[in-house]
């Protein structure tokens, strides 16, 4: 049974950071390309990121580019996202994804 579980979201100031975990398990994390995609309140999904297998290759949309930096350790089975210099305009629900599946998300408040 496929498991993403994702967690680090929370309230924080315009400029301010937050690192987005994801836990998964029930499959073999290390040969799957990841996705963070989110959704901000009244919108669609929006992706914003993703990372190859073994880290080979790192897309970002260019609304976080520059800012928001996708890692995996696959040690760990575990996907983050680094959010740094974040703008209101962030404020979404944050969700890891895998081929068309993704967990039950986390909420980013960006907020003064």
């Known amino acids: 049974q496929v498991q993403l579980v994702e967690s680090g979201g929370g309230l924080v100031q315009p400029g301010g950071s937050l690192r987005l975990s994801c836990y998964t398990s029930?499959?073999?994390?290390?040969?799957?390309?990841m996705s963070w995609v989110r959704q901000a309140p009244g919108k669609g999904l929006e992706w914003v990121s993703s990372i190859g297998s073994g880290g080979s290759r790192s897309m970002y949309a260019d609304s976080v580019k520059g800012r928001f930096t996708i890692s995996r350790d696959d040690t760990k089975n575990t996907l983050y996202l680094q959010m740094n210099n974040l703008k209101p305009e962030d404020t979404a629900v944050y969700y890891c994804a895998k081929a068309g599946q993704r967990g039950q998300g986390t909420q980013v408040t960006v907020s003064s």
């Open positions: 029930g499959f073999t994390f290390s040969v799957y390309a």
